[in-house]
Structure formats: structure tokens, C-alpha cells
């Protein structure tokens, strides 16, 4: 069985700080990994994935994602937040298309001027 | 840029009614999915569509729904007999193939059921 865990419900930074939203998954298969971003009254975008490939992966608005087997994470992480970052973020695991994917529970991200 | 549409973007239906959501996955896409999100929750799997028939399904997906690819471009859950907690916002997505496994969502359609 698959499971992800997303710490923190709730981040909050200032605007140009780092952001880091953390997320831990389980998985008895090598993994693919998904961060999606969700605007207020919108759909999921996605942000980036992982797929066996890289171990660092970049994605669109400048953020990245850095896969640790051994720490089961994939924490997505921004140099310098921006107003416009401000939504939900979903952490995703799967392990093929045509499979589910099992979100965690999100963490939404404010950021102050 | 290729998108997945869904329509209505909000439907309301009385308890006990039959509703249908309709979905346009991606055009090149060969996998297609419906998930739903709960007001505040997280959003959860409900079942996937491959080569015409349910490739997987979670327990949510009971007797009550059914998905069905009329035609080329259509991929439609109905529920029937709604019940008061299945209101929620229903997301379609669609992933082009095994190499590409990643979904992409449509906007989604809020069910409100009264």
C-alpha cells in the first residue's frame, strides 16, 4: 500500500523567503512522485515529478523537489516566495499510469508582503 | 496548450436524483481517471479507465457509480441515487501512457447535493 504524509497543514513566510513544504511517502514499489498546486476555485496543476529519472527535479514558478530514498521524502522547495504562491499544495504518490494516485492531505502555503 | 474540460463547472441535484459528469481528457491521452475532493479534505481516488474498461477502482466507487466512454472524446461518471455526502468537487484527469504517468486534472465540477 502507498501513503503519503505532507508535515504541516499550514506555511507561512514572507515574501522572498525559502519556502519548504515537506512531504513523506510510503511505498513497497519504486515510487513516481507528484507535487500539484491547487488556486482557490481552481483544478490541480502540476508542479513537477519525479519518475525514476533525476533525484532533483525542477518543475514550473521556480519550484524543485529533491527525491531521498533513503529519508522516503520529497520536499518542494522555493528560493523566494512570491504573493502569487499562495494556494494548497498537494504531495502525490503513484507507481504507473492507469494506477491511483494517493494524495496527502495538503499544506497551504501563505506568504506575506 | 492541451487541456482537460469538464462539464457543468457546478451541478445541483436533489437527493435520489441521477447526475452525470462529463469530461474531455486530452486527446492523445490513453488513461483517464475521476477523483473527488470533499470540501477540506483530501482529494481522493475513485477509480481509472484504460483500453475501454475500469482498470482500477477504490472502495468509494460502488454500485452507485459508473463510468462510461460514449465516444472518442467523452469519459462520463454518473451517480446514481445521489446522497447528501456525495457532494463534493469532482476532478477528471487523464495521463498520455506508461513513460508519461502523470495526470492532468481538469477544472473540475462542484456537485452540490440538496
Known amino acids: 500500500a502507498q501513503s503519503v504524509t505532507q508535515l504541516g497543514s499550514h506555511v507561512s513566510v514572507s515574501e522572498g523567503a525559502l519556502v519548504l513544504l515537506r512531504c513523506n511517502y510510503s511505498?513497497?514499489?519504486?515510487?513516481?512522485l507528484f507535487w500539484y498546486v491547487q488556486y482557490p476555485n481552481q483544478g490541480l496543476q502540476l508542479l513537477l515529478k519525479?519518475?525514476?529519472?533525476?533525484?532533483l527535479v525542477k518543475g514550473i514558478n521556480g519550484f524543485e523537489a529533491e527525491f531521498k530514498k533513503s529519508e522516503t521524502s520529497f520536499h518542494l522547495t522555493k528560493p523566494s516566495a512570491h504573493m502569487s504562491d499562495a494556494a494548497e499544495y498537494f504531495c502525490?504518490?503513484?507507481?504507473?499510469?492507469?494506477?491511483?494516485?494517493?494524495f496527502g492531505k495538503g499544506t497551504t502555503l501563505s506568504v506575506s508582503s | 496548450e492541451p487541456e482537460v474540460t469538464q462539464t457543468p463547472s457546478h451541478q445541483v441535484t436533489q437527493m435520489g436524483q441521477e447526475v452525470i459528469l462529463r469530461c474531455v481528457p486530452i486527446?492523445?491521452?490513453?488513461?483517464f481517471y475521476w477523483y473527488r475532493q470533499i470540501l477540506g479534505q483530501k482529494v481522493e481516488f475513485l477509480v481509472s479507465?484504460?483500453?475501454?474498461?475500469?482498470?482500477?477502482k477504490s472502495e468509494i466507487f460502488d454500485d452507485q457509480f459508473s463510468v462510461e466512454r460514449p465516444d472518442g472524446s467523452n469519459f462520463t461518471l454518473k451517480i446514481r441515487s445521489t446522497k447528501l455526502e456525495d457532494s463534493a468537487m469532482y476532478f477528471c484527469?487523464?495521463?498520455?501512457?506508461?513513460?508519461?504517468?502523470?495526470?492532468?486534472f481538469g477544472q473540475g465540477t462542484r456537485l452540490t447535493v440538496v
Open positions: 502525490a504518490v503513484g507507481n504507473q499510469a492507469g494506477t491511483a494516485l494517493i
Open positions: 479507465f484504460y483500453n475501454n474498461e475500469i482498470s482500477e
Open positions: 519525479y519518475t525514476s529519472a533525476a533525484t
Open positions: 486527446s492523445n491521452h490513453l488513461y
Open positions: 511505498s513497497s514499489v519504486p515510487p513516481y
Open positions: 484527469a487523464s495521463s498520455e501512457d506508461r513513460v508519461n504517468p502523470e495526470a492532468f
